[in-house]
């Protein structure tokens, strides 16, 4: 008998932009059955005072910023906030950084709130935030009719842990953990990683990160190897984004400096924005930076050097929102 899957959509318009684009939520698998939950789940969701970091997520949500003024299919962002695999860190449910990827260029930004590895919640920990990430890119490729996606226009953003998850994507294409999901689907072209989380071998890895996504596996040498990034990139590894603060005493800069030589070896094109200030975390707080918007150069390089924005006339002028 065939399966008809069923995806529960809530969507309302947002009101401060609302001349600009529209919102949707959507629920990431269908009937609001994730797997890997364990069947009795003690915990409700949590969110701390500041309203921006999420934990005990049994239901992953897929936040959908369209351009209300898109005419045809276009460029597509999916982002993947950090928080160490212990909290997804995203305010406002990422409206203020979609508004700024709305304006660059794209047509849609997408905001991942993911579940954490947390084992009261899961098991396979290690699997469970790839498989939401993976199911989000291919919801974005089934979808890609009603949306207004360019299929083979998608972009794959992460910071700091949720760099880790999309360079996890961007190199694990033929590890797929999330049911249903096919390798077409999860294709995307250029990947962009702040401030990444790469490697969880030392001297580099961040002391909490590769402890919670592998839980009890985490002494084990094999795990360590595999969800090291730098290991993990190969010639079909897409086109890369990296910036990076000398002065993050969270996650070393080296871990963008081993990605990068990683890209090197394989001949993979790729940009890296070494920044002398911003800690960890900076985003786009440019005071952090001291003043430097490293976002000016990414867009630079989107627009020049990838193939996300192919035929695209529009000046910065004009893209931006009134």
């Known amino acids: 008998m065939k399966r008809i899957a069923i995806f ?11 001349q ?21 789940i003690e915990f409700k969701e949590t969110v701390d005072s500041t309203g921006r970091r999420f934990s005990k997520i049994s239901d992953p949500v897929l936040y959908i910023y369209r351009k209300d003024s898109q005419e045809s299919k276009g460029p597509t962002i999916l982002y993947y906030p950090g928080g160490g695999y212990a909290i997804v860190s995203i305010k406002d449910e990422g409206e203020s950084r979609a508004k700024r990827f709305l304006e660059m260029g794209f047509n849609i930004v997408a905001i991942l709130k993911y579940r954490l590895p947390d084992s009261c919640i899961v098991y396979e920990q290690e699997k469970v935030p790839l498989a939401d990430a993976q199911k989000a890119l291919s919801l974005l490729h089934q979808n890609a009719e009603k949306w207004g996606i360019d299929e083979n226009k998608i972009a794959v953003m992460g ?3 949720g760099g880790h998850l999309a360079s996890s994507l961007a190199n694990l294409k033929d590890s797929i953990v999330a049911p249903g999901v096919k390798p077409e689907n999860l294709s995307h072209a250029v990947s962009i990683l702040m401030y990444p989380v790469i490697s969880f071998n030392l001297p580099y890895r961040h002391k909490g990160s590769y402890k919670r996504l ?3 596996k985490s002494e084990n040498q094999s795990f360590l190897d595999y969800y090291s990034m730098e290991n993990q990139v190969s010639e079909n590894t897409p086109p890369t984004f990296l910036v990076h603060a000398r002065d993050d005493s969270s996650v070393s800069y080296q871990n963008s400096i081993i990605y ?12 890296y924005i070494e920044l002398e200030k911003g800690g960890h975390g900076f985003g786009f707080n ?4 001291g003043g430097v918007d490293w976002t000016i150069e990414l867009e630079d390089w989107l627009y020049k050097n990838t193939s996300l924005f192919e035929n695209a006339h529009s000046t910065k002028e004009n893209r931006k929102f009134e």
Request: proline share 6%; hydrophobic share 30%.
């Open 8 to 18: 529960t959509i809530v969507f309302f318009y947002v009101t401060s932009y609302a």
């Open 20 to 40: 600009n684009y529209s919102k949707e939520v959507v629920n990431l698998w269908d009937q609001k059955k994730p797997p890997f939950n364990k069947e009795n």
């Open 159 to 161: 910071g700091s842990a």
């Open 214 to 216: 592998l839980g009890q």
């Open 260 to 271: 990068r030589d990683s890209l090197k070896k394989y001949n993979v094109p790729f940009k």
């Open 286 to 289: 440019f005071e952090k930076t």
